[in-house]
């Protein structure tokens, strides 16, 4: 069935934002598709008049390092993020976390401006970029602006972005260096919807001597209706010695703290209490073993 | 319409095509390059797979235009211009990874793109790189081995050996690994499944489904749609011909509902337009007015004194069917009994999800060179189909021609009428063909499942750990309409002693209407869901007892002289105990000092045990017999028609086999010709794991008439006596004369003798339930052992291996054969631990791919077969049936070996993990939800 009349590849930001404002409305940016044209076809949105593809503005498909940071574009695919050495050693949560989304097919062509525009409360992608501390570019309203990446998300499936108006450019953050690391893990129900009963990514700094977290971010998710951080759990670590003792309190603290619903599709509030503490307690202690070793090696890549 | 620049296997195409389109459309409906596939536009099946510039997509959601300029290679393009096969093509032939044949393409273009990139891929990155491409028939084996000799064979190495199972005594033809039929075309893209065929002026077809699960249709408008351009008919129940009433074993389905819509997947009005999008928005254009009704959503409330009667002409009310088996004194054999067990299992309703959605195409006489009004479909029962069309639409059968077509999978899941009925109509009202293809969506709301069950049972032996007594209560989730709930209840019902010897039963089961889809036919037929109750009661009374649950068995299974608890005594072909001992004999030495359960830090890991029969053919005093026509021809070929199906089990290179063997012909001068309701001899359905035996022996049989009319001719010819003539390669000999069979037959032609023999083969008489005697021909037996992974901390389960015996009677293609096994275990891991079709009080949750989990290759166990070849002396050189044996025993086989490594007992499938991890915290020992019971 058809789902849209007009098909636009425009080859800058300033095309893309004039077309968008030609249709008024009736057109939608899309980059892979793999969420928006499954929605379409699901008449989760009407017929768009166009669809407005942005993956091939140069902007938005480099993947640069400069110093310490790394810029992802937008419209870089999930696979591209996978095989890209400098986000495998130094970003290695985003990885891990774009690597388990779909199969391949849907990892070529899917993006992560995408996962982000999509604001599912536990998108894998966005899950890391929480405790990455990203920061998103984006054109809203026809201003160029840079917004820290939780406040992209108003609700579940709502972003701060209007795709028939705005279009998200790319992202921003700060790599890991020696003493930090970061990993992702989930658990998914092996039936219905390919949803995670729980995600959880970690970035963490320890000190020179690697015995004590100097800093911490955890993202949870799906607990909220955005993706967020557990700031009380990140208290809990700093400054505190890097041991499993600390790890255990962290976990009581999150536990207390969060209180993830039954879902009915996804699990019952009881189990996704027992996975905070199954995902908190795996995935900080690799992310430790990893600031300590300076080895990262993705962990669940294409098979979660 | 805009230019499109793309280059499509080497060769630049400028398109001048709507914007709208993807690049599936593109590739099937512009360029005619219809080897892609399209299994549910969701980009979750991976079976549209291609390659741009390398990179394998799904092109069902891939737009078009995003492709311009860029390299697409398809399916089509993988083979070179002179023919030759490329290594991945070859290979997936060699190994028998090709079955119905419809995600060849896909998994073949996914690991193509794979070996581009990877010269040497082990098991893990060639799962990393199908995960997302799904098989629902071969269970993966074959194709991991397949991609891992074609990357041998591209390094340069050579080829890998083909795994190919042991058998005992192979023949000519017979018990040999021949490729089977169609595979080149297959491999190649070039194979057509119904969807693939395209007329001129050809219409095409939706239908518009009913808006409630229960209601009373108070009016129906179709106007609007009538008068939007493009549309040529809007049909509704006032334009059915005939009798607006169709059905298998019962009519009770409305070809177009008039009055009552009794579940969501009701047909109210079928469209016929210029194009498909013209069809969808004419069905939003038809105005229907409902009274909501009370809705029927389980089948114990259907038994209740408050529910609505769904059916008021069905004389037991929402009781479709009371089936019961009476065996022996029920009381004195629990009054016998040391230990008794009892115990409430639930099954879910499950979904076929054959790759290929339903399709049927529909073409008037008189046109595109057909005489008469024919339907093209891949349809299990062509014959039955024909006549169901004909009484629709008010004809008499002869006027009515079905031919099928190849066919994506089907599992049980196409026997029933879909959209044959509809195409038929709308070819006749508008004199043009008509497609009627339905998209994954609708397939999943509308065909049959397999039925949700309410078992309980309850099981007693003494301490010496004999069986002494069986009472079980079923009941199943008949759905809307009769379909086959009453054969396949009938067969839970019947084979819920399990295969042991049981001297008292006492079992009833209740088959109900619902207003949930109906339930029907499904690889197992019932026997799937008794035996999950039957082998988990097994395991429970071994442990009370006290007796190993291996010891258990073996002590109880049925052997030559039992009389199964329908009054049946075995006389022949009782394999069970000899899978049950190569299964435990692997199971035992597979790590040196076995264990059925340990620990190693929060992994648990248990082996589980579980046996299964299951009867081959229809049984229960109903005629099974097959008709076949071989004919020799002057090219030294022959043919050999029969009207019964392949959907990928491989029962055309059965036929093909029993044909070359009994004229001692090479297997490639064999043609086969199926389904073609003028052109082939009735078969009967493909359903009970019947055809090889039935359709088997009908070919051997005519063949070998065939053969004696040959060799009185060959001896006349050759002027010696026809005892002394004797079949080799094609020629018939006698001591140095010779003729050839091409040559004999030009001989006949020109005697004015036939070269044609047509033959009905009837089955053994059977019996019906209750009146003692054989109720079935023959049964097939197996044995399964499972070994499982259980995450102590999550609760996730992972089936690490699975060891198989099977008792087949012979394999008459061991590596297809073992492909039916692979593919019937990976199966079934789904119905115990992913698949579960939801419908929430009449309305389906399960309304799209993405909401239902099947087993994809990352789930593919390591898989050891063991055949067993117990002959039965009717069947085919000792054949009896494969299709579901393979796929009965492997959850209980699974939830045994839970047990064993958790302590938890699983009542309720597919296991969840949610409520294991609980059970396993809060220290209770039995689990009776599942995930959707989640509140």
Same mark, same amino acid.
């Given at each position: 069935m058809k789902l849209w009349n007009h098909y636009h590849t425009p080859h800058s930001i300033d095309q893309a934002i004039a077309l968008l404002n030609q249709y008024q409305g009736k057109a939608k940016v899309v980059a892979g598709g793999t969420d928006l044209i499954v929605e379409l076809r699901e008449g989760h949105h009407p017929i768009q008049e166009a669809l407005i593809d942005v993956t091939q503005i140069p902007e938005l498909t480099r993947l640069t390092t400069n110093n310490n940071e790394i810029y992802v574009g937008a419209g870089v695919t999930h696979s591209q993020i996978v095989k890209s050495a400098v986000l495998v050693a130094r970003a290695t949560c985003l990885v891990e976390s774009c690597g388990v989304v779909g199969g391949p097919q849907v990892r070529n062509v899917g993006t992560l401006g995408g996962n982000v525009a999509h604001a599912l409360p536990a998108g894998d992608g966005t899950t890391s970029l929480v405790a990455l501390d990203a920061k998103a570019e984006i054109i809203m309203s026809g201003q160029r602006r840079v917004v820290p990446i939780a406040e992209m998300f108003r609700g579940p499936g709502q972003s701060l972005i209007d795709s028939t108006r705005d279009v998200i450019i790319g992202f921003r953050f700060v790599l890991c260096s020696d003493n930090e690391a970061t990993a992702f893990k989930r658990i998914m129900r092996p039936q219905g919807v390919a949803l995670p009963i729980l995600g959880c990514a970690i970035w963490v700094r320890l000190n020179p001597a690697q015995t004590h977290f100097e800093a911490a971010r955890v993202s949870i998710a799906p607990i909220g209706p955005t993706p967020g951080r557990a700031a009380e759990v990140e208290a809990i670590l700093i400054g505190q010695p890097a041991t499993d003792t600390i790890i255990e309190q962290a976990i009581e603290t999150a536990l207390q703290i969060l209180k993830p619903r039954t879902s009915k599709y996804r699990a019952t509030g009881d189990y996704r209490k027992e996975m905070i503490a199954v995902l908190l307690r795996r995935t900080l202690q690799l992310a430790v073993q990893r600031a300590r070793t300076g080895q990262a090696v993705p962990e669940g890549i294409g098979m979660e | 319409m805009s230019k499109l620049d793309i280059t499509v296997n080497g060769q630049i195409h400028h398109l001048d095509i709507p914007e709208s389109r993807t690049l599936a459309q593109v590739l099937r409906y512009d360029l005619g390059l219809t080897g892609t596939k399209i299994g549910c536009e969701e980009a979750e099946c991976g079976i549209c797979t291609v390659l741009i510039n390398g990179t394998p997509v799904n092109s069902c959601i891939?737009?078009?235009?995003?492709?311009?300029?860029?390299?697409?290679?398809?399916?089509?393009?993988?083979?070179?211009? &002179?023919?030759?096969?490329?290594?991945?093509?070859?290979?997936?032939?060699?190994?028998?990874?090709?079955?119905?044949?419809?995600?060849?393409?896909?998994?073949?273009? !996914?690991?193509?793109?794979?070996?581009?990139?990877?010269? &040497?891929?082990?098991?893990?990155?060639?799962?990393?790189?199908?995960?997302?491409?799904?098989?629902?028939?071969?269970?993966?084996?074959?194709?991991?081995?397949?991609?891992?000799?074609?990357?041998?064979?591209?390094?340069?190495?050579?080829?890998?050996?083909?795994?190919?199972?042991?058998?005992?005594?192979?023949?000519h033809a017979i018990s040999r690994s021949v490729p089977p039929q169609h595979v080149r075309e297959k491999v190649t893209g070039a194979a057509k499944y119904t969807d693939d065929y395209v007329f001129d002026g050809m219409l095409y077809a939706r239908t518009l489904r009913a808006a409630y699960p229960h209601a009373r249709i108070? &009016?129906?408008?179709?106007?609007?749609?009538?008068?939007?351009?493009?549309?040529?008919?809007?049909?509704?129940?006032?334009?059915?011909?005939?009798?607006?009433?169709?059905?298998?074993?019962?009519?009770?389905?409305?070809?177009?509902?008039?009055?009552?819509?009794?579940?969501?997947?009701?047909?109210?009005?079928?469209?016929?337009?210029?194009?498909?999008?013209?069809?969808?928005?004419?069905?939003?254009?038809?105005?229907?007015?409902?009274?909501?009704?009370?809705?029927?959503?389980?089948?114990?409330?259907?038994?209740?004194?408050?529910?609505?009667?769904?059916?008021?002409?069905?004389?037991?009310?929402?009781?479709?069917?009371?089936?019961?088996?009476?065996?022996?004194?029920?009381?004195?054999?629990?009054?016998?009994?040391?230990?008794?067990?009892?115990?409430?299992?639930?099954?879910?309703?499950?979904?076929?999800?054959?790759?290929?959605?339903?399709?049927?195409?529909?073409?008037?006489?008189?046109?595109?060179g057909h005489e008469k009004l024919t339907i093209l479909v891949g349809s299990q029962i062509p014959y039955q189909d024909r006549n169901q069309i004909a009484l629709a639409l008010g004809l008499p059968e002869e006027k009515v021609r079905v031919i099928g077509t190849l066919i994506g999978g089907g599992f049980g899941g196409k026997e029933d009428i879909t959209g044959q009925i509809h195409a038929a109509m709308l070819a006749q009202a508008t004199g043009r063909p008509v497609k009627m293809l339905y998209t994954r969506q609708e397939s999943l709301i509308v065909h049959p499942k397999r039925h949700a069950t309410i078992i309980r049972m309850k099981t007693g032996a003494t301490k010496d750990g004999k069986l002494v007594a069986v009472e079980a209560?079923?009941?199943?989730?008949?759905?809307?309409?009769?379909?086959?709930? &009453?054969?396949?209840?009938?067969?839970?019902?019947?084979?819920?002693?399990?295969?042991?010897?049981?001297?008292?039963?006492?079992?009833?089961?209740?088959?109900?209407?619902?207003?949930?889809?109906?339930?029907?036919?499904?690889?197992?037929?019932?026997?799937?869901?008794?035996?999950?109750?039957?082998?988990?009661?097994?395991?429970?009374?071994?442990?009370?007892?006290?007796?190993?649950?291996?010891?258990?068995?073996?002590?109880?299974?049925?052997?030559?002289?039992? !009389?199964?608890?329908?009054?049946?005594?075995?006389?022949?072909?009782?394999?069970?105990?000899?899978?049950?001992?190569?299964?435990?004999?692997?199971?035992?030495?597979?790590?040196?000092?076995?264990?059925?359960?340990?620990?190693?830090?929060?992994?648990?890991?248990?082996?589980?045990?579980?046996?299964?029969?299951?009867? !081959?053919?229809?049984?229960?005093?109903?005629?099974?017999?097959?008709?076949?026509?071989?004919?020799?021809?002057?090219?030294?070929?022959?043919?050999?028609?029969?009207?019964?199906?392949?959907?990928?089990?491989?029962?055309?290179?059965?036929?093909?086999?029993?044909?070359?063997?009994?004229?001692?012909?090479?297997?490639?001068?064999?043609?086969?010709?199926?389904?073609?309701?003028?052109?082939?001899?009735?078969?009967?359905?493909?359903?009970?794991?019947?055809?090889?035996?039935?359709?088997?022996?009908?070919?051997?049989?005519?063949?070998?008439?065939?053969?004696?009319?040959?060799?009185?001719?060959?001896?006349?010819?050759?002027?010696?006596?026809?005892?002394?003539?004797?079949?080799?390669?094609?020629?018939?000999?006698?001591?140095?004369?010779?003729?050839?069979?091409?040559?004999?037959?030009?001989?006949?032609?020109?005697?004015?003798?036939?070269?044609?023999?047509?033959?009905?083969?009837?089955?053994?008489?059977?019996?019906?339930?209750?009146?003692?005697?054989?109720?079935?021909?023959?049964?097939?037996?197996?044995?399964?052992?499972?070994?499982?992974?259980?995450?102590?901390?999550?609760?996730?389960?992972?089936?690490?291996?699975?060891?198989?015996? !099977?008792?087949?009677?012979?394999?008459?293609?061991?590596?297809?054969?073992?492909?039916?096994?692979?593919?019937?275990?990976?199966?079934?891991?789904?119905?115990?631990?992913?698949?579960?079709?939801?419908?929430?009080?009449?309305?389906?949750?399960?309304?799209?791919?993405?909401? /239902?989990?099947?087993?994809?290759?990352?789930?593919?166990?390591?898989?050891?077969?063991?055949?067993?070849?117990?002959?039965?002396?009717?069947?085919?050189?000792?054949?009896?049936?494969?299709?579901?044996?393979?796929?009965?025993?492997?959850?209980?086989?699974?939830?045994?070996?839970? /047990?064993?490594?958790?302590?938890?007992?699983?009542?309720?499938?597919?296991?969840?993990?949610?409520?294991?991890?609980?059970?396993?915290?809060?220290?209770?020992?039995?689990?009776?939800?599942?995930?959707?019971?989640?509140?």
């Open positions: - | 891939f737009p078009a235009f995003k492709a311009q300029g860029r390299e697409v290679q398809t399916v089509e393009g993988l083979a070179q211009d &002179d023919g030759e096969l490329h290594p991945v093509q070859q290979n997936f032939i060699d190994h028998g990874a090709v079955q119905c044949g419809f995600c060849t393409p896909g998994l073949m273009m !996914t690991a193509t793109a794979l070996l581009n990139e990877n010269s &040497d891929p082990d098991d893990h990155a060639i799962k990393v790189a199908l995960k997302d491409t799904y098989c629902r028939c071969t269970g993966y084996a074959s194709v991991i081995a397949a991609i891992k000799s074609a990357a041998s064979e591209m390094r340069g190495e050579g080829s890998l050996p083909v795994n190919e199972p042991d058998v005992s005594e192979p023949m108070l &009016d129906i408008n179709t106007e609007q749609a009538r008068a939007l351009p493009g549309v040529v008919a809007v049909l509704t129940h006032a334009n059915v011909p005939g009798e607006n009433l169709h059905g298998l074993v019962y009519r009770d389905w409305p070809v177009l509902c008039s009055d009552v819509v009794r579940y969501m997947g009701d047909g109210v009005a079928i469209v016929a337009a210029e194009t498909e999008d013209i069809a969808a928005e004419a069905l939003k254009l038809i105005e229907v007015e409902y009274e909501p009704l009370p809705v029927v959503g389980d089948p114990k409330f259907a038994h209740s004194h408050e529910a609505p009667i769904l059916h008021p002409h069905h004389p037991t009310g929402n009781l479709l069917k009371h089936i019961k088996v009476r065996h022996g004194d029920i009381e004195q054999g629990f009054a016998q009994a040391d230990y008794i067990v009892e115990r409430e299992y639930r099954t879910p309703t499950v979904e076929h999800a054959f790759l290929e959605p339903e399709c049927s195409i529909g073409i008037p006489p008189g046109v595109a209560e079923l009941y199943g989730d008949g759905g809307a309409y009769a379909s086959l709930s &009453d054969k396949v209840m009938t067969r839970a019902t019947t084979h819920a002693t399990g295969p042991y010897v049981v001297p008292n039963a006492k079992i009833d089961c209740y088959a109900m209407y619902t207003n949930n889809p109906p339930s029907g036919a499904f690889r197992g037929f019932g026997v799937t869901q008794s035996a999950f109750a039957v082998e988990s009661n097994m395991d429970i009374l071994a442990e009370m007892i006290g007796i190993d649950p291996i010891e258990f068995r073996r002590l109880n299974a049925q052997k030559v002289g039992t !009389t199964t608890a329908t009054g049946q005594v075995l006389r022949e072909s009782v394999g069970l105990l000899e899978t049950l001992s190569h299964v435990e004999q692997d199971m035992m030495s597979a790590d040196g000092d076995f264990h059925w359960a340990w620990r190693d830090g929060h992994k648990a890991y248990a082996w589980g045990l579980a046996c299964a029969y299951k009867n !081959t053919g229809l049984g229960g005093g109903a005629p099974d017999r097959a008709e076949a026509e071989v004919e020799a021809f002057e090219d030294g070929s022959v043919e050999v028609r029969v009207a019964s199906a392949d959907m990928g089990q491989g029962l055309a290179h059965v036929v093909a086999q029993c044909t070359a063997e009994e004229l001692k012909l090479p297997y490639n001068r064999v043609r086969v010709l199926l389904c073609d309701t003028d052109l082939t001899p009735n078969g009967g359905p493909t359903t009970a794991s019947r055809q090889t035996f039935v359709s088997g022996n009908a070919a051997r049989v005519t063949s070998a008439l065939l053969r004696e009319a040959l060799t009185r001719s060959a001896a006349e010819f050759l002027d010696v006596p026809p005892e002394t003539l004797y079949y080799e390669e094609g020629l018939l000999r006698h001591n140095g004369k010779s003729v050839e069979l091409g040559q004999l037959v030009g001989w006949m032609k020109g005697n004015g003798l036939s070269s044609k023999v047509r033959h009905e083969y009837h089955a053994p008489a059977t019996q019906p339930l209750g009146t003692g005697g054989d109720m079935h021909f023959a049964f097939s037996y197996a044995t399964q052992a499972a070994l499982v992974e259980v995450d102590m901390e999550t609760g996730a389960v992972k089936v690490l291996k699975i060891i198989a015996g !099977t008792d087949i009677g012979r394999a008459i293609n061991p590596l297809m054969l073992q492909g039916q096994v692979e593919g019937g275990i990976v199966m079934a891991m789904g119905n115990c631990l992913t698949e579960s079709y939801i419908v929430e009080n009449g309305v389906p949750w399960t309304n799209l791919f993405a909401r /239902y989990k099947m087993p994809s290759i990352k789930h593919a166990p390591e898989i050891i077969s063991h055949l067993i070849e117990d002959r039965v002396s009717t069947g085919p050189y000792g054949a009896k049936g494969v299709g579901e044996i393979c796929s009965i025993n492997t959850s209980p086989a699974i939830c045994n070996a839970i /047990y064993h490594a958790t302590g938890v007992r699983i009542f309720s499938l597919p296991v969840d993990q949610d409520a294991l991890l609980r059970a396993i915290r809060a220290g209770q020992t039995e689990v009776y939800t599942a995930w959707h019971d989640v509140r």
